[in-house]
């Protein structure tokens, strides 16, 4: 069964960092491209970042480009999203997905920017 099992959100002071984690279960996650997306209050959902199966390209929306890094650990079968200098406008919820046959998300995790 594929399910994607997100952890790390919370609430941090604006220009400091946090780290998303996303395990893939049920799918080996080299063999597919993984992608972040961020929902804001009151606003639609909106990709962030990708990171490709096999090479692991990565492309990364203009909001988050040089602040945020998508990374992933094969061994551990794990997506990581490493944000920095974050800001009040990243406040929103963080969901991972990927395309296996079928879309699949992960629950979404909040996070607060905020001092």
């Known amino acids: 069964q594929v399910q994607l099992v997100e952890s790390g959100g919370g609430l941090v002071q604006p220009v400091r960092s946090l780290r998303f984690s996303c395990a893939a279960l049920?799918?080996?996650?080299?063999?597919?491209?993984m992608r972040w997306y961020r929902q804001a209050p009151g606003k639609e959902r909106e990709w962030v970042a990708t990171i490709s199966y096999s090479v692991g390209t990565t492309n990364y929306a203009d909001s988050v480009k040089g602040r945020f890094t998508i990374s992933r650990d094969n061994a551990k079968n794990t997506v990581y999203l490493q944000m920095n200098s974050l800001k009040p406008d990243d406040t929103a919820v963080y969901y991972c997905?990927?395309?296996?046959?079928?879309?699949?998300w992960g629950q979404g995790t909040q996070v607060t920017v905020s001092s």
């Open positions: 997905s990927s395309w296996v046959g079928d879309d699949y």
């Open positions: 049920g799918f080996t996650l080299i063999s597919y491209s």
